[in-house]
């Protein structure tokens, strides 16, 4: 079996402030020079340069929220992968706030997912339901649906350096100091477990098997044990309590502490 190293995601949203930016990560980095994890903080923009400069050293890399799936052009707003790609190592892509409030379609994720990889840096792919498909008995179909379309177009040799999220939308936190209800640990490790089979459908059960598959929604240290001791789940996409550097830490110790 091969063993996946662990990966802890920090989606800072818009959460913090410039100078809080650099604070929380600085305090991160201080506390974890050396972990057998992947560490990401996923940062806004403009405080990503100078986020890179405080963290050298430490196993903490960087990660962005988004990018567009063109190399460039006239995309008012918009950020491509070249400006980002010698700082950051992941980039997040169809986040379900990206989807609900933009419109991000399915097809665009997967011209994202294709760009970002083209371009060296990991896809971190989100996936999952909202309330309404949970509700009418759909969840399986939505993701499967998800996670097949990002994979389809892509050369299977490629599939090793996807990460999936898993991330009902139900489950996302409204905001920062909010939570939301959550899956149980078991049907986390079902929907991570169907993400994994799909790709080795699409690939090849071996490429599957070295490719990451994370849940996320609503994480606390309290409830981040539960969820990453169960099997195929490779870590967390930590939303609003990855930018309170003390909690963030315990998550982190929690999962490495963990099997
Ligand atoms: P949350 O966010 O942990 O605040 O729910 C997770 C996410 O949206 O990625």
């Given at each position: 079996m091969t063993e996946r190293k662990r990966l802890?995601?920090?989606?800072?949203?818009?959460?913090?402030?410039?100078?809080?930016?650099?604070?929380?990560?600085?305090?991160?980095?201080?506390?974890?020079?050396?972990?057998?994890?992947?560490?990401?903080?996923?940062?806004?923009?403009p405080v990503l340069p100078l986020i890179a400069e405080r963290v050298q050293g430490?196993?903490?890399?960087?990660?962005?929220?988004d990018i567009h799936e063109e190399e460039h052009g006239a995309y008012t707003g918009e950020t491509s992968v070249a400006l980002v790609r010698h700082i950051a190592r992941y980039v997040i892509v169809g986040h379900s706030e990206r989807r609900t409030v933009y419109g991000e379609t399915y097809d665009r994720i997967a011209k994202k997912?294709?760009?970002?990889?083209?371009?060296?840096?990991?896809?971190?792919?989100?996936?999952?339901?909202?309330?309404?498909?949970r509700d009418g008995g759909n969840a399986i179909e939505v993701v499967r649906n998800n996670v097949r379309?990002?994979?389809?177009?892509?050369?299977?040799?490629?599939?090793?350096?996807?990460?999936?999220?898993?991330?009902p939308v139900w489950a996302?936190?409204?905001?920062?100091?909010?939570?939301?209800?959550?899956?149980?640990p078991h049907e986390v490790a079902e929907m991570v477990g169907l993400i994994r089979k799909i790709a080795a459908q699409v690939s090849s059960p071996q490429y599957a098997e070295k490719m990451r598959v994370v849940y996320g929604g609503s994480v606390t240290a309290k409830t981040v044990g539960s969820f990453v001791s169960e099997p195929?789940?490779?870590?967390?996409?930590v939303g609003g309590s990855s930018t309170k550097p003390g909690e963030f830490l315990t998550i982190i110790k929690e999962i490495e502490t963990c099997r």
């Open positions: 802890i995601i920090g989606n800072w949203k818009m959460y913090l402030s410039f100078d809080d930016s650099l604070k929380v990560a600085e305090h991160i980095a201080e506390h974890i020079s050396k972990s057998t994890s992947d560490i990401v903080l996923c940062p806004s923009f430490s196993s903490v890399v960087l990660g962005v929220q997912t294709s760009r970002a990889l083209k371009s060296g840096i990991h896809p971190i792919v989100c996936v999952g339901e909202t309330a309404k498909e379309s990002v994979l389809q177009g892509l050369p299977a040799l490629d599939i090793p350096r996807v990460v999936f999220a898993y991330e996302i936190a409204p905001s920062r100091d909010k939570k939301a209800p959550q899956p149980s195929g789940v490779d870590g967390m996409l």
